[in-house]
């Protein structure tokens, strides 16, 4: 008898063991702000306040995670000279909306409904529409220099919060969105609200 509740108890650790080790699976929803800075070199560039909106999923064992993401981003920049010479002044305003896909690796702590999390990883940037004004003095804004798909990279932490996520990310723009070398790569602060319906 004893032999038995013994055998018994241990099946069962391992068995709590091997299924603590089992993979997690989320899907949720995710709505934000972006703080986006598209450098350039001939003018000054400011900052310029975007959206995004979007899905997400995460797969996760052990601590860690992959999180893929899609999610529509309006993004781009606001830009002001007087460097073309004779004090001409050459301002223009650039907007794209774009379908972003990161995939994400991370890592989590914390304990009970509790979590902050910790990510990094590539995005790709579909371009799906460009709303382009200026001067015409500037060949920045002709719309055919513009790359249809760019890359960058992201990192950044998040807390859980039961079904809740906030994010906050940096994302480095590792390709210039411009074929004519005029404007140069796009960097963002993402900030995001997401909630967990799986």
Same mark, same amino acid.
């Given at each position: 008898? #004893?032999?038995?509740?013994? $055998?018994?108890?241990?099946?069962? +650790?391992?068995?709590?063991?091997?299924?603590?080790?089992?993979?997690?699976?989320?899907? =949720?929803?995710?709505?934000?702000? /972006?703080?986006?800075?598209?450098?350039? /070199?001939?003018?000054?560039?400011?900052?310029?306040?975007?959206?995004?909106?979007?899905?997400?999923?995460?797969? =996760? &064992?052990?601590?860690?995670?992959?999180?893929?993401?899609?999610?529509?981003?309006? #993004? !781009?920049?606001?830009? #002001? @000279?007087?460097?073309?010479? @004779? !004090?001409?002044?050459?301002? !223009?305003?650039?907007? $794209?909306?774009?379908?972003?896909?990161?995939?994400?690796? !991370?890592?989590?702590?914390?304990?009970?409904?509790?979590? &902050?999390?910790?990510?990094?990883?590539?995005?790709?940037? $579909?371009?799906?529409?460009?709303?382009?004004?200026?001067?015409?003095?500037?060949?920045?804004?002709?719309?055919?220099?513009?790359?249809?798909?760019?890359?960058?990279?992201?990192?950044?932490? +998040?807390?859980?919060?039961?079904?809740?996520?906030?994010?906050?990310?940096?994302?480095? =723009?590792?390709?210039?969105?411009?074929? *004519?070398?005029?404007?140069?790569?796009? *960097?963002?602060?993402?900030?995001?609200?997401? $909630?967990?319906?799986?």
């Amino acid at each position: 008898m #004893k032999r038995t509740l013994l $055998f018994g108890m241990v099946l069962m +650790g391992l068995g709590s063991s091997a299924f603590a080790q089992l993979p997690s699976f989320n899907l =949720g929803l995710k709505a934000g702000l /972006n703080f986006a800075k598209l450098e350039s /070199n001939f003018a000054n560039d400011e900052n310029r306040l975007g959206y995004q909106a979007g899905a997400w999923a995460r797969v =996760g &064992v052990a601590g860690f995670y992959v999180q893929p993401e899609a999610y529509l981003a309006g #993004k !781009g920049g606001e830009f #002001k @000279s007087e460097t073309l010479g @004779s !004090g001409i002044e050459a301002e !223009g305003k650039v907007r $794209f909306t774009t379908l972003d896909v990161p995939v994400l690796l !991370g890592t989590k702590v914390g304990l009970g409904p509790v979590n &902050v999390r910790f990510m990094a990883g590539p995005v790709v940037s $579909f371009v799906l529409d460009k709303d382009l004004s200026g001067n015409d003095v500037l060949a920045a804004y002709q719309r055919d220099t513009y790359k249809d798909q760019n890359w960058g990279a992201q990192v950044g932490a +998040g807390v859980d919060i039961s079904s809740v996520a906030i994010d906050l990310r940096y994302e480095a =723009g590792l390709t210039d969105v411009s074929h *004519n070398d005029v404007l140069k790569k796009q *960097n963002l602060w993402h900030l995001s609200l997401g $909630f967990k319906i799986l």
